[in-house]
C-alpha cells in the first residue's frame, strides 16, 4: 500500500523543513506502507525551490508552478504528480505525528470506509502546544447528521483527513477556491460515500501563526464560503432535507 502526502508550499521555507522531517520520521511497522510526500512549489523565491530540488530522497516527489497558485489546485497538482493508493494533504507549517499514517492506512485497509477522519492540535509559531484549542473529530449518527453540523457552521474538516485514490478520483479534485476549497471536497466526499471514519487519534500539529489563510477568515467570510458550497450542491442538499443556516 502506497501513502501520498500532499504538501503545496510557497515562501515557507522554515516551516517546510520542519515539516518535511516530521514526515520522513514516520513509523508504519508492522504495517507495509510505503510514503511519500508530493510537494508542489507555488513560486517561491526565499531558496525553497533550490532547498527541494537539492534533496536526494526517492520518497519526495516534486512538482512546480512558475507563481502563486490556488491551494486547492496545487493540491490536485500534486497528487496528480504521483501514484498512491491513500492521499492525504498536510499543509507546509504543520507537522505530521510519527503514527498517522499507520493509524489512517491500517484504518482504510480493511475497506470499511473510503475516508478517515482524526484529531489535531494546536501549536504556535514556534511549536508550543497551545492549550485548550484542540480539534476533535466527531462519530456522527448519519451523513445527514453531519451534513447539518457542517452547513450550520458547528462542524468543520482540515486537513485530519486521509482519503482512498478511488474516492478523489470518483468525484473530482479540489475545486480552485481561495478558501474552504478542503471543506467543498468533503462535502462531496459525504455525498458520495457517507460517513468518514473516525480514527481517535492525533493527525497532526497545526501551526498557528501570522501567516495563517485560516486567519483571514472570519464569521462573514465564513459563511460565505459555506453558502458558495452550498449553492454548487443545492439540489443533492435540498433533497437530503439539509438547510443552510450562517453562522448568527
Known amino acids: 500500500m502506497k501513502l501520498a502526502i500532499?504538501?503545496?508550499t510557497r515562501n515557507r521555507l522554515g516551516f517546510?523543513?520542519?515539516?518535511i522531517a516530521s514526515v520522513r520520521m514516520s513509523s508504519t511497522a508492522p504495517l507495509e506502507l510505503e510514503i511519500i510526500q508530493a510537494v508542489h512549489d507555488c513560486g517561491s523565491d526565499d531558496g525553497t525551490r533550490e532547498y527541494l530540488q537539492g534533496l536526494d530522497d526517492p520518497r519526495l516527489v516534486l512538482?512546480?508552478?512558475p507563481g502563486r497558485t490556488a491551494p486547492g489546485r496545487a493540491r490536485n497538482l500534486a497528487a496528480a504528480s504521483c501514484e498512491s493508493d491513500l492521499l492525504m494533504p498536510l499543509d507546509d507549517d504543520d507537522l505530521l505525528l510519527q503514527r498517522t499514517a499507520y493509524h489512517f492506512a491500517k484504518s482504510l485497509e480493511a475497506g470499511i470506509a473510503r475516508w478517515a477522519v482524526a484529531?489535531?492540535?494546536k501549536i504556535d509559531q514556534d511549536g508550543r502546544y497551545l492549550a485548550g484549542e484542540d480539534y476533535y473529530g466527531w462519530d456522527f449518527s448519519s451523513a445527514d447528521e453531519m451534513l447539518r453540523a457542517v452547513f450550520s457552521g458547528r462542524h468543520f474538516i482540515q486537513g485530519n483527513v486521509c482519503f482512498t485514490r478511488e474516492l478523489f478520483d470518483a468525484v473530482g479534485s479540489y475545486?480552485?477556491?481561495e478558501t474552504a476549497e478542503?471543506?467543498?471536497l468533503y462535502t462531496?466526499?459525504?455525498l458520495e460515500a457517507g460517513l468518514p471514519l473516525y480514527v481517535p487519534t492525533v493527525s497532526h500539529l497545526h501551526r498557528m501563526?501570522?501567516?495563517n489563510v485560516s486567519r483571514q477568515v472570519d464569521k462573514d467570510r465564513y459563511n460565505r464560503d459555506l453558502a458558495e458550497i452550498y449553492e454548487k450542491h443545492r439540489t443533492s442538499l435540498e433533497k437530503r432535507g439539509i438547510p443552510l443556516e450562517p453562522i448568527p
Open 182 to 184: 478542503d471543506l467543498e
Open 175 to 177: 475545486e480552485e477556491m
Open 209 to 211: 501563526h501570522g501567516g
Open 16 to 19: 517546510l523543513q520542519q515539516n
Open 188 to 190: 462531496r466526499f459525504i
Open 6 to 8: 500532499l504538501t503545496p
Open 119 to 121: 484529531d489535531f492540535l
Open 63 to 65: 512538482s512546480f508552478s
